[in-house]
């Protein structure tokens, strides 16, 4: 397997990155107030979960890539 092809295959964990932004992007689909988790509203957490997913995934793709 030539070098060419290597860094090919590495960039399918790029399409990871879109996760978060594609899950964010239509905020009328989170914006209500059920479920509430610990008494935040759904709206809040769902995108402070989000953060959280967002930096794990940063993470995998780094290290799956570099």
Known sequence: MDQSSKKK?????LWLLLLPYIFTLFPQFYS???PTLWGFPF???????WVIISA???????VMTK
């Open 32 to 34: 209500t107030y059920q």
């Open 56 to 62: 794990l995934l940063t993470w995998i793709v780094y």
């Open 9 to 13: 295959g590495k960039r399918g964990w």
């Open 43 to 49: 709206f809040y957490w769902y995108q402070f979960l």
